[in-house]
């Protein structure tokens, strides 16, 4: 089994810019990532999450400890506030130790984040690698 350094991506959004909103939004997204993933806090290199301008009332990494990732490196950052972007999104990337080819890897997207990635749902789930979860 070779082991390969991947990537896994993640999004949802919020309907307010509450703490309770962003991180019951974030823990929810990140336990379907580890979950579809089959991903262990061992594996994992860092985790990288970021939030659109117009979300600052909580750290969204805040989640993943209280999902009880206390090794993990962690960092937040602010996405580019570029006009016409999606508002009140919360993103997720987790650098990992996987057997997993690219393919294999099911890349979460929530709510009205699935506008971010459109290649990833069809109307048919069967024929798409990223999992509807709304």
Same mark, same amino acid.
């Given at each position: 089994?070779?082991?390969?350094?991947?990537g896994?991506?993640?999004?949802?959004?919020?309907?307010?810019?509450?703490?309770?909103?962003?991180?019951? %939004?974030?823990?929810?997204?990140?336990?379907?990532?580890?979950?579809?993933?089959?991903?262990?806090?061992? $594996? !994992?290199?860092?985790?990288?999450?970021?939030?659109?301008? #117009?979300?600052?009332?909580?750290?969204? $990494?805040?989640?993943?400890?209280?999902?009880?990732?206390?090794?993990?490196?962690?960092?937040? %950052?602010?996405?580019?506030? !570029? &006009?016409?972007?999606l &508002?009140?999104?919360?993103?997720?990337?987790?650098?990992?130790?996987?057997?997993?080819?690219? #393919?294999?890897?099911?890349?979460?997207?929530?709510? #009205?984040?699935?506008?971010?990635? &459109?290649?990833?749902?069809?109307?048919? &789930?069967?024929?798409?690698?990223?999992? #509807?979860?709304?």
């Amino acid at each position: 089994m070779v082991m390969m350094f991947r990537g896994v991506r993640g999004a949802t959004t919020v309907d307010e810019n509450t703490e309770e909103a962003i991180l019951g %939004a974030t823990q929810v997204l990140l336990q379907a990532m580890i979950e579809s993933n089959a991903i262990e806090e061992d $594996a !994992v290199a860092s985790v990288i999450f970021t939030t659109t301008a #117009d979300l600052n009332a909580a750290y969204p $990494a805040k989640a993943a400890r209280r999902l009880g990732w206390r090794r993990t490196a962690l960092l937040g %950052a602010q996405e580019a506030d !570029v &006009p016409g972007g999606l &508002p009140r999104c919360i993103r997720i990337l987790i650098h990992w130790n996987t057997a997993k080819s690219l #393919d294999e890897i099911n890349h979460i997207f929530m709510g #009205d984040a699935k506008k971010l990635r &459109p290649d990833l749902f069809s109307e048919e &789930p069967s024929t798409s690698n990223g999992r #509807d979860q709304s």
